[in-house]
């Protein structure tokens, strides 16, 4: 009972309408809204980098007990190392980050069951971050990495934070957690 099945590489590029499917693999995985844990990785400092933190927020405030990185205290460069080191081993992690791509590819998310490798669009080396995960692509790779950053869209990082966040929602409802209506106590 001791071994444990490497599962094969997926890796797809998907619209917002087909974020629910890859959740859904997460959940037949035996996955719960009450323990999978949400690792939002970006800042609140940086346009397009803030869609991890929005998700994270947006999660937060449905009442998502297990959520590391929000608008309030983000997972980004400076603590991701340490923040990281406080999560159990074995646990399912859903890493969440905005990354850069190409241009037909704007508004899309990549998405695995594979860890993300934060930083990477930018030059960062830092640790791979989750079990499962979604890169929303905020932005086109040309040119000087963190001015794109600067300069993305607000209007679609909230967009696409939403569109995570409620395609979270839909396939991983929190109906037993201290009742379905209420807020989970951190405003």
């Known amino acids: 009972m001791g071994e444990e099945t490497v599962q094969p590489l997926f890796r797809k590029k998907v619209k917002a309408e087909e974020l629910p499917e890859f959740l859904q693999m997460i959940r037949e995985q035996g996955a719960t809204g009450e323990e999978l844990l949400f690792v939002c990785v970006g800042t609140d400092r940086s346009t397009g980098d803030a869609l991890g933190p929005l998700v994270g927020s947006l999660l937060e405030e ?7 990185g929000t608008l309030a205290h983000p997972l980004d460069a400076s603590n ?11 646990r399912i992690v859903l890493a969440v ?45 040309q040119g000087q990495k963190y001015a794109l950053l600067q300069s993305t869209s607000l209007y679609l990082v909230m967009n696409m934070a939403k569109e995570i966040a409620s395609s979270i929602r839909s396939v991983f409802p929190l109906s037993s957690v201290r009742g379905q209506g209420e807020q989970g106590g951190a405003s």
């Open 62 to 68: 449905a009442g998502y007990p297990q959520v590391i």
């Open 80 to 90: 991701l190392r340490e923040r990281l080191d406080t999560v159990p081993a074995g």
């Open 97 to 141: 980050d905005a990354c850069l791509g190409q241009s037909a590819s704007l508004g899309c998310y990549q998405v695995s069951n594979r860890p993300l490798a934060p930083g990477r669009s930018v030059g960062r080396q830092l640790p791979p971050v989750g079990t499962y995960s979604i890169a929303a692509i905020v932005n086109v790779d």
